[in-house]
């Protein structure tokens, strides 16, 4: 882990998504805070007026859905949690849209699912979807479509969806708004001690272990969800930056290269169509656990991942689906499998040379995956 306090060159940062957390926009009751999302709606109107690509990703759904329920906290079952973010889904983007259209700016409403990016056709049609938008001078803004979403189909956390949204529309940057001004040494809430850490070039299992839940009922995912955001982000070329939602004017002060906040850095190699869906859309069927030797031929030289280097392997997949690669207890790098589940448990420990021996006529491929479709996330 480094640490860099140098001013940030983000004059040439463009297309950039921007995503506020529940507890940023609404009291501890749940009732939304005008003031704030006003301070929010006015420096992105004011960065699109310069010439920049804004994208809102809010959270905030569930709890400006309360109000006109008369409930004074979030339901526990799914189905009613579902009912009430239909409610106030459409009292949020009525907000957003009376002002934004004070500032003259036009907003989009844009609602996902893991579905609308799992297969690459899907993720191609939202992508330009989105473009378009851009194209056209409107702001899109994004939530997940809790109403629909449930199970396999879910992201789950808006921090993870403005990461996916951030490598689908090639961002330049990605910016978390919380309730908290940066990743810590530990959670501040708990441990008054910790510092902040400014720059994070690595994520490693350090950053992972730091990383705790949320600090309010009102979070969801906590820290955790951010650093999980931050390797998409990264992987995907875009940088991202943790900072705090309460303070006005914070994210001009971050476009104008302010150092505030956490920055996690991006990985300056630019990815392909193909290992963008894979970082930014795509869900992995199970996972490939491998051994240092492994991790260091992938991480540090762009190898191909070859079965001597797999050490387990869980869950069941097929020959051609995606897969998380792991070390260590975290994911390094995301893929698409030659060979199923069983088969890959069967040459696990072998050099590739005695894959026919042990696969028979199954065994054509020399990579478990092949460099050209292995995203390194670490
Ligand atoms: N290492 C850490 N550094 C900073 N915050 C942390 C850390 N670990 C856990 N947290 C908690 O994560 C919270 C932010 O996440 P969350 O409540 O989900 O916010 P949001 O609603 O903005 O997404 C902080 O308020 C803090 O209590
Ligand atoms: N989609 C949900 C929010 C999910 C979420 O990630 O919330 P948060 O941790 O406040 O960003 C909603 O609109 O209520």
């Known amino acids: 882990m480094e640490v860099d306090c140098k001013q940030r060159d983000f004059t040439n940062k463009r297309r950039i998504v921007v995503k506020v957390g529940s507890s940023t926009i609404s009291y501890e009751n749940g009732k939304l805070n005008y003031r704030r999302i006003e301070h929010l709606v006015r420096?992105?109107?004011?960065?699109?007026?310069?010439?920049?690509?804004?994208?809102?990703?809010?959270?905030?759904?569930?709890?400006?859905?309360?109000?006109?329920?008369?409930?004074?906290?979030?339901?526990?079952?799914?189905?009613?949690?579902?009912?009430?973010?239909?409610?106030?889904?459409?009292?949020?983007?009525?907000?957003y849209e009376m002002m934004f259209r004070e500032y003259g700016q036009i907003v989009g409403q844009v609602l996902l699912t893991r579905m609308d990016s799992q297969d690459r056709s899907k993720f191609m049609n939202s992508r330009n979807t989105l473009l378009t938008m851009l194209e056209m001078g409107i702001i899109p803004i994004i939530n997940e479509n809790d109403v629909v979403a449930v199970d396999e189909y879910k992201i789950g956390d808006n921090d993870t969806l403005s990461a996916m949204v951030s490598g689908l529309v090639d961002a330049d940057l990605l910016i978390l708004l919380s309730d908290i001004d940066g990743l810590y040494t530990d959670n501040p809430k708990t441990h008054p001690e910790a510092t902040i850490i400014p720059v994070v070039h690595t994520i490693d299992k350090h950053i992972y272990e730091i990383a705790g839940d949320a600090g309010s009922s009102m979070g969801t995912g906590g820290m955790h969800t951010k650093i999980q955001a931050a390797s998409i982000a990264t992987a995907a070329d875009v940088d991202m930056v943790i900072a705090s939602g309460s303070e006005d004017g914070i994210i001009s002060r971050i476009?104008?290269?302010?150092?505030?906040?956490?920055?996690?850095?991006?990985?300056?190699?630019?990815?392909?169509?193909?290992?963008?869906?894979?970082?930014?859309?795509?869900?992995?069927?199970?996972?490939?656990?491998?051994?240092?030797?492994?991790?260091?031929?992938?991480?540090?030289?762009?190898?191909?991942?070859?079965?001597?280097?797999?050490?387990?392997?869980?869950?069941?997949?097929?020959?051609?689906?995606?897969?998380?690669?792991?070390?260590?207890?975290?994911?390094?790098?995301?893929?698409?499998?030659?060979?199923?589940?069983?088969?890959?448990?069967?040459?696990?420990?072998?050099?590739?040379?005695?894959?026919?021996?042990?696969?028979?006529?199954?065994?054509?491929?020399?990579?478990?995956?092949?460099?050209?479709?292995?995203?390194?996330?670490?």
Request: aromatic share 4%; proline share 3%; glycine share 12%.
């Open 43 to 95: 420096e992105l109107a004011d960065l699109q007026n310069q010439g920049k690509e804004m994208i809102l990703v809010s959270s905030g759904a569930t709890n400006a859905g309360l109000a006109p329920l008369h409930l004074d906290h979030r339901p526990r079952s799914i189905r009613e949690k579902q009912a009430v973010a239909a409610v106030g889904q459409g009292v949020l983007m009525h907000t």
């Open 255 to 378: 476009v104008g290269g302010e150092a505030i906040g956490t920055l996690f850095k991006a990985k300056d190699t630019p990815l392909h169509s193909k290992k963008r869906w894979l970082v930014s859309g795509s869900r992995a069927k199970g996972s490939i656990v491998v051994d240092k030797g492994c991790r260091d031929a992938i991480i540090d030289h762009g190898s191909s991942l070859l079965p001597v280097g797999i050490t387990a392997v869980e869950g069941i997949f097929q020959e051609g689906d995606i897969v998380n690669v792991q070390y260590d207890g975290i994911i390094i790098a995301k893929g698409i499998a030659n060979y199923s589940s069983i088969n890959i448990n069967a040459i696990k420990g072998v050099q590739s040379s005695d894959i026919p021996k042990v696969l028979g006529h199954d065994g054509i491929y020399e990579e478990v995956i092949h460099r050209d479709n292995l995203v390194a996330m670490y």
